[in-house]
């Protein structure tokens, strides 16, 4: 790894570098000019020398001016626009303003480029990183985390000074240079007086800098003093108090505080100090520079325009000469960091084995050997060592042990996620601890340990590490079967959503398998377990605040958390006259809720599940309804509260599942027209918040089940949910739509903080992400915890079936569920004991 930042950033981006140079040249002449017109203004214009005895003369001429012998006079390339005077001024005040625009254009285009360098150098630095802790091995998980602080905040300190770390030097010295070289062109002693204050700008930056950072050292150093000397006298409160020695320790505290105070005015002294005399030295190096172009112009060696030109060069030198200050700063604070990420990398290369050289797994047939094996899995903290064995592949072969015997560590051997710290594990004669993660993922599939789950959707998680080209889903669909999760997937996919005009064939499909749900239903005298969407119905098993929307809200505008508080929902109700009444039926839920619970702590399972608010909602509606029995009447911000809180429970209201007789047909009739009212009249500003039920299209917003019931189940009658779900899938299976299921629950988001309905059952997508590859050798651990006995059969018996030809390590819990395995190995406190072989295929040592 490149220790100097400079390097680094030349050997990534020569390029873009070699396109700066070019502006930068052109920038030269630029510069020149901008120092040179104003002496041409001031001469020639102002005080007319270029008008003596003539009324025109030429603007600008270009010749080339050799020593003798190479030309004895002068040689003429251009010889400038003859002009009268006012044309002359107005000329040169045009070039000046043309020459500014284009120098500050052609600095835009290098401070671009200064960004696109600083984001593409970090890139480099992050993605050198990112490489290396990807073949990592599990022992530098240290030198790991400070890489990965490294590729963070570390980069992004220095990023800015990458982008400049050539381009600033060479501005900030080009402009330096062009200014004493043309100070020396107007007389020598002109040129060395500019050099002089060039440097001294410079030293003085760097001073001002020097005290600077002393000051912030200091500072430092002075709050943790003064923290440290508190803390050590609360330590010593009690003896304070007992001894009486406040008056002692106040006094020790204030001399502490009278050094450091001493320290601190020695440091910001010398600060000032330097502030100052770089002030000076900014008002003084004009000043000189006057008095030597004024002693130039009276003995005739400089005219008025040069002492102009001199002056507004001086000018420019302090920014120049500060920027190479700042930048020298950087460039250490980078050096120091380019340290730090090559010790690091070289402690990451330090881990890989001295043998290490990477190998290919030409075939994964032959014998799989184990020579005096040791390892350590630090995920588990589980140690195998002293195994040996030998088998020979393709075989199915079971490690019987549970999770501290050491057989998923030796499991983890094979499948890559461990190490042999002592002895060797080969196949085939190789060594697989020489495998690159590459060669290795070619031949071996490890399922097992903490399977890692991508904040993507379902299929890109499935995909994870698949080697081969595109992957029909049907394939996908097999893998997920074999592995057990099918059911999982299927939920995932009733649970999703469908784009209404992604697909018009799909729309098609759901609206007809909708008709064939309602006939099933109807053919199995059951028709009355859901209660269908109807615009000019109330729908008895769903909620007030359904009922009135008809439709799924589309973000968090009309959320059920939002809803009682949105002026528009407000101004429907009021328009409706329902305000009143949906505040009294709130008020009546609250009195029985607070009533029925009772007593009953917030984190209790009846309070959970059957509670109309939340534990954190509890204590308002405890509140409002006290201020309701002493009968006070609420007037402003409190009321319209307390009016928020009743109505948002009451839009919660179901009367089938309730059951609080607080819904009568007068009031359903009443939420119906308020419903029309809703939808006439919710302006185009708030259109996309809601998307409306139609009988005859899909709701994009609702999921794929209540697409296909378009209704609610009905609450009141025992097992409708499982009966009614029961139907829709033999439904969908009848038609051949269960394969659209799994296409959406495929298209399902999942999170490593929230897998859906996966959660639980991670090792299951990991499985079958492996199954995907159609690897030579499968291994898997810890897939069949928490199963029983029958599930854990039928799983094995689907592994077997599908690797029947290929290779098969499977960790299992005990011996009984062994059965069928070429070969068994039984582990014991880390170690091989007394291994069966089911047979001839392998021998075991």
Not at 573 to 583: M, N, P, Q, S, V
Not at 662 to 670: E, I, K, S, V
Request: hydrophobic share 50%; charged share 20%; with cysteine.
């Amino acid at each position: 790894m490149e220790r100097n930042p400079l390097r680094f950033v030349w050997q990534h981006s020569r390029l873009i570098h070699l396109g700066v140079a070019l502006a930068l040249l052109l920038v030269v002449p630029l510069n020149w000019l901008l120092l040179d017109i104003p002496r041409l203004l001031v001469d020639d214009a102002v005080l007319g020398h270029a008008f003596v005895g003539r009324t025109t003369a030429p603007f600008l001429p270009l010749t080339i001016d050799l020593p003798y012998p190479w030309l004895e006079e002068p040689l003429p390339l251009f010889e400038g626009l003859m002009v009268d005077r006012r044309g002359y001024f107005l000329a040169s005040c045009v070039l000046i303003a043309g020459l500014i625009l284009g120098r500050a254009l052609i600095f835009g285009l290098v401070s671009a480029a200064r960004n696109i360098l600083s984001r593409r150098m970090a890139r480099e630095l992050r993605i050198g990183l990112f490489r290396r802790l990807l073949v990592a091995r599990a022992a530098a998980r240290d030198d790991a985390a400070v890489a990965s602080n490294l590729s963070g905040a570390g980069t992004a300190a220095i990023a800015s000074f990458l982008g400049d770390a050539i381009i600033v030097p060479a501005m900030a010295l080009s402009l330096v240079a062009i200014i004493v070289i043309y100070a020396a062109s107007l007389g020598l002693w002109f040129g060395g007086l500019m050099l002089a204050i060039a440097l001294a700008h410079a030293a003085m930056a760097a001073w001002v800098a020097t005290t600077q950072e002393a000051r912030v050292r200091a500072r430092i150093a002075r709050e943790r003093a003064i923290a440290q000397a508190t803390l050590e006298a609360s330590g010593r409160a009690l003896a304070v108090r007992i001894h009486g020695t406040a008056d002692t320790e106040e006094g020790a505290f204030a001399a502490t505080l009278r050094r450091l105070d001493e320290a601190w005015r020695r440091v910001t002294q010398r600060v000032t100090i330097a502030l100052q005399a770089r002030d000076g030295l900014r008002e003084l190096a004009p000043l000189l520079m006057t008095g030597f172009a004024s002693y130039g112009i009276i003995s005739g060696k400089l005219s008025v325009g040069g002492l102009i030109a001199l002056l507004f060069a001086v000018i420019q030198l302090p920014r120049s000469m500060a920027a190479l200050v700042t930048w020298r700063r950087e460039r250490d604070e980078a050096r120091a960091v380019f340290q730090d990420i090559a010790r690091t990398n070289g402690a990451l290369l330090a881990r890989e084995r001295r043998d290490s050289t990477p190998t290919e797994l030409t075939t994964a047939s032959g014998p799989l050997v184990a020579t005096d094996v040791a390892a350590y899995d630090p995920q588990s903290g589980v140690r195998v060592a002293g195994i040996t064995t030998s088998i020979e592949l393709p075989a199915h072969i079971a490690l019987v042990g549970d999770s501290g015997s050491g057989a998923d560590v030796f499991a983890r051997l094979i499948g890559g996620g461990v190490e042999p710290s002592a002895g060797t594990l080969t196949l085939a004669g190789t060594d697989l601890g020489r495998l690159t993660g590459k060669a290795r993922a070619k031949h071996i599939a490890y399922a097992g340990g903490a399977p890692v789950i991508l904040p993507a959707s379902l299929r890109d998680n499935l995909l994870y590490g698949a080697l081969k080209g595109p992957i029909a889903d049907r394939t996908l669909i097999e893998a997920i079967t074999v592995a057990g999760i099918d059911d999982e997937v299927y939920a995932l996919g009733l649970a999703g959503n469908i784009d209404g005009n992604a697909d018009q064939a799909i729309t098609a499909t759901v609206l007809s398998a909708r008709r064939s749900v309602r006939e099933a239903l109807a053919g199995a005298n059951s028709a009355d377990l859901v209660d269908p969407f109807d615009p000019s119905v109330y729908n008895t098993h769903a909620t007030v605040a359904e009922n009135l929307m008809f439709g799924m809200p589309v973000g968090d505008t009309f959320r059920e958390a939002n809803l009682a508080r949105h002026p528009f929902v407000r101004a429907v109700l009021e328009a409706e006259d329902l305000t009143g009444a949906l505040e009294e039926q709130g008020l009546a839920i609250a009195r029985s809720m607070v009533e029925i619970f009772q007593g009953v702590p917030d984190g209790h399972p009846l309070f959970e599940r059957f509670s109309f608010f939340s534990a954190s909602e509890r204590g308002a509606y405890e509140d409002l309804l006290a201020r309701h029995t002493r009968a006070e009447r609420q007037r402003g911000t409190t009321a319209a509260r307390d009016r928020e809180l009743l109505i948002a429970l009451a839009f919660r209201y179901v009367e089938t599942r309730h059951r609080l007789g607080l819904l009568d047909p007068r009031l359903q009739d009443r939420i119906v027209r308020a419903r029309a009212t809703f939808r006439s009249l919710l302006p185009p500003s708030l259109g996309p918040a809601v998307e409306f039920y139609n009988p005859a299209m899909i709701c994009s917003a609702a999921s794929l089940a209540d697409n296909l019931l378009f209704g609610r189940v009905a609450h009141d009658v025992a097992g409708a949910e499982d009966k009614v779900q029961g139907i829709v899938r033999r439904v969908l299976a009848d038609g051949g739509l269960d394969h659209l299921v799994f296409q959406v629950g495929l298209s399902a988001q999942l999170s490593e903080r929230e897998p859906r309905g996966l959660v639980g059952n991670a090792a299951g997508l990991d499985l079958a992400r492996c199954l995907i590859r159609e690897p030579d050798i499968l291994v898997a651990s810890q897939i069949v915890a928490g199963l029983g006995t029958a599930e854990t059969q039928a799983l094995v018996e689907r592994l077997k079936r599908t690797m029947t030809g290929r290779s098969l390590v499977l960790q299992l819990p005990d011996s009984g569920r062994a059965e069928g395995f070429d070969a068994v190995l039984r582990f014991e406190r880390g170690t091989l004991a007394a291994p069966e072989d089911r047979s001839d295929v392998g021998e075991t040592v």
